[in-house]
């Protein structure tokens, strides 16, 4: 069925270190795919999407690209802050169909000044 | 202010006793679903409404009912609440695009603690 992987965290950095969360997801078909956010103490919120290939989705300076061949999502951002500290979710949905989105285990980030 | 809300935020409880976690949207959204998030296994879907009266199991729907009378409201029940549905619990909302659920809104989350 359809799957997402993210990689494991926890993940520390320092402020203004470069990050790369990366995101793999398994699927017949072209879904769109999102990154959602998860601040402390707060729902989801929505980062970022993407809806076909080479598509590049990008806010507060976080950016991903649809790779079709590589079937990823990763999530980048060149200079981290402190409030970005949060968790971050992949998630996938089908363009016609779907019912939901389908999301991956969350990274958890730290950012340290 | 376009918001999903959720009631209780908390609630600690025991095995047996019949709760109900309240959901509202003001965005007139048609789709809205319940999830659960527990560590390592990110949110699994409990339950969907693609509109009012119209509901399906999601991923994990055992031992969880709702009901979709109106529109702006989603309540998710739990009759007989054991300790492994102590979780975290969101609400979400979206607009359906193409008949599929687009950008969904969550509420901040109801923290439930079963004992």
């Known amino acids: 069925g359809d799957s997402v992987t993210q990689m494991e965290g926890p993940v520390t950095l320092s402020e203004e270190a470069f990050l790369t969360i990366n995101c793999t997801y398994t699927?017949?078909?072209?879904?769109?795919l999102f990154w959602y956010v998860q601040y402390p103490g707060e729902g989801l919120q929505l980062l970022l999407k993407a809806t076909k290939a080479d598509d590049k989705g990008s806010n507060k300076g976080f950016e991903a690209t649809y790779r079709k061949e590589t079937t990823s999502f990763h999530l980048e951002k060149g200079s981290v802050q402190v409030s970005d500290s949060a968790v971050y979710f992949c998630a996938l949905r089908w363009i016609q169909g779907a019912q939901k989105l389908v999301f991956g285990q969350g990274t958890r980030l730290t950012i340290n000044p | 202010e376009a918001q999903v809300t959720q009631n209780p935020r908390y609630l600690i409880t025991v095995t047996g006793k019949k709760l109900t976690v309240t959901c509202s949207q003001n965005?007139?959204?048609?789709?809205m679903s319940w999830y659960r998030q527990d560590p390592g296994l990110g949110l699994r879907q409990i339950y969907y409404s693609m509109n009012v009266e119209v509901t399906d199991k999601g991923d994990v729907p055992e031992g969880y009912k709702v009901s979709r009378k109106e529109k702006r409201n989603f309540p998710l029940i739990l009759e007989s609440p054991s300790p492994n549905q102590t979780s975290l619990y969101f609400c979400a909302s979206s607009l359906l695009t193409s008949g599929t659920p687009d950008t969904q809104y969550f509420g901040p989350g109801t923290r439930l603690t079963v004992l």
């Open positions: 699927a017949t078909g072209y879904p769109s």
């Open positions: 965005m007139n959204h048609e789709y």
